[in-house]
């Protein structure tokens, strides 16, 4: 089973016959199709089920396995609403100490884990907090990522090489998007005009020269 338009679909389009494999339209019908039996197999991203709490239950409780052959590869991604920066400075700025501690080679240490409380957190900026706590409290990126570690594909450390990387759409020719809403989106502006105009962020205590 796997969901439709999707690069899992695509993959079982080029792998097996059509009769082999069902599409669903959710993670959560793709649920219901392994539970009943009607299938026996998910295609999916390791994450998206983790976050089907019955599915990844049954996971845990070895009614089911996770397959050990990579057929598909994802980039993971963290979003953050853009209406609050400043959370989304400190999610990035996690992210990057969690990359950070498995390059340099630190792991969880609760010796070094200093823990914030609400008073504490009240007096700091962004830039004042000690992001390496991530690590020292929980662990690097490779101890929160399950599986082996040579298995990431382009989620692996970079260490100078080259790392660009074409993202996969599934199935394009399917257009589930409202026309009319589409009709105003940023991307047919931008194709309306034909130009793109690019502009940093600068801050409002900025003091320097931007054109330089």
Same mark, same amino acid.
């Given at each position: 089973?796997?969901?439709?338009?999707?690069?899992?679909?695509?993959?079982?389009?080029?792998?097996?016959?059509? =009769?082999?494999?069902?599409?669903?339209?959710?993670?959560?019908?793709?649920?219901?199709?392994?539970?009943?039996?009607?299938?026996?197999? =998910?295609?999916?991203?390791?994450?998206?089920?983790?976050?089907?709490?019955?599915?990844?239950?049954?996971?845990?409780?070895?009614?089911?396995?996770?397959?050990?052959?990579?057929?598909?590869?994802?980039?993971?991604?963290?979003?953050?609403?853009?209406?609050?920066?400043?959370?989304?400075?400190?999610? @990035?700025?996690? =992210?990057?100490?969690?990359?950070?501690?498995?390059?340099?080679?630190?792991?969880?240490?609760?010796?070094?884990?200093? @823990?914030?409380?609400?008073?504490?957190?009240?007096?700091?900026?962004?830039?004042?907090?000690?992001?390496?706590?991530?690590?020292?409290?929980?662990? @690097?990126?490779?101890?929160?990522?399950?599986?082996?570690?040579?298995?990431?594909?382009?989620?692996?450390?970079?260490?100078?090489?080259?790392?660009?990387?074409?993202?996969?759409?599934?199935?394009?020719?399917?257009?589930?998007?409202?026309?009319?809403?589409?009709?105003?989106?940023?991307?047919?502006?931008?194709?309306?005009?034909?130009?793109?105009?690019?502009?940093?962020? =600068?801050?409002?205590?900025?003091?320097?020269?931007?054109?330089?």
């Amino acid at each position: 089973c796997a969901e439709g338009s999707t690069t899992h679909h695509d993959f079982l389009k080029r792998a097996f016959p059509s =009769v082999y494999f069902t599409i669903g339209s959710s993670l959560e019908e793709l649920k219901e199709m392994l539970f009943n039996n009607t299938c026996n197999v =998910v295609a999916s991203e390791k994450t998206f089920v983790r976050s089907n709490a019955p599915l990844y239950d049954a996971i845990r409780e070895e009614k089911y396995v996770w397959g050990e052959k990579l057929m598909s590869k994802e980039p993971y991604a963290i979003i953050t609403h853009n209406e609050d920066r400043e959370f989304s400075d400190i999610v @990035n700025w996690v =992210v990057q100490a969690l990359l950070l501690g498995e390059e340099r080679g630190l792991s969880k240490d609760m010796a070094r884990c200093q @823990n914030y409380t609400g008073a504490t957190l009240t007096l700091h900026g962004v830039s004042d907090l000690k992001f390496m706590n991530a690590v020292h409290c929980v662990g @690097n990126y490779a101890e929160i990522i399950d599986g082996d570690s040579s298995n990431r594909g382009m989620n692996q450390i970079n260490r100078g090489t080259g790392m660009l990387y074409s993202i996969p759409f599934g199935n394009i020719e399917s257009d589930d998007t409202d026309q009319e809403s589409a009709a105003d989106n940023t991307l047919t502006k931008i194709r309306r005009k034909g130009s793109l105009a690019c502009g940093v962020v =600068v801050p409002d205590d900025f003091e320097g020269d931007i054109t330089t």
